[in-house]
Nanobody, 122 residues
């Protein structure tokens, strides 16, 4: 089991930027698929972005605005969020998957952080 801790959530105005970070345990971090998901109250937990090695994948609505990256030396994955919109408001969760899957559905990720709140005003 991978332990994950998110940070960086904040209240930001529309059009602003935030960078979320997720610190992970694990001696084989570089082999994990890492993902970011988000969940607004009353909604399902939705895929945002994922990275497998250096390959990245994005939800359509965040393409061109969000960038997922990883620093394997620091066991950390990041989500750079630019041009934020009110509809981006949610709790953002970091997730890890140790075993291979071709899916980025939440159920394919076995380890989850506690979440960090992102609120976009205006």
């Amino acid at each position: 089991q991978v332990q994950l801790v998110e940070s960086g959530g904040a209240l930001v105005q529309a059009g602003g930027s935030l960078r979320l970070a997720c610190a992970a345990s694990g001696r084989t971090f570089s082999s994990y698929t890492m993902g970011w998901f988000r969940q607004a109250p009353g909604n399902e937990r939705d895929f945002v972005a994922a990275i497998r090695r250096s390959s990245t994948y994005y939800e359509t609505s965040v393409k061109g605005r969000f960038t997922i990256s990883r620093d394997n030396a620091k066991n950390t994955v990041y989500l750079q969020m630019n041009s934020l919109k009110p509809e981006d408001t949610a709790v953002y969760y970091c997730a890890a998957r140790e075993y291979y899957s071709d899916s980025f559905h939440p159920t394919s990720f076995g380890s989850w952080g506690q979440g960090t709140q992102v609120t976009v005003s205006s």
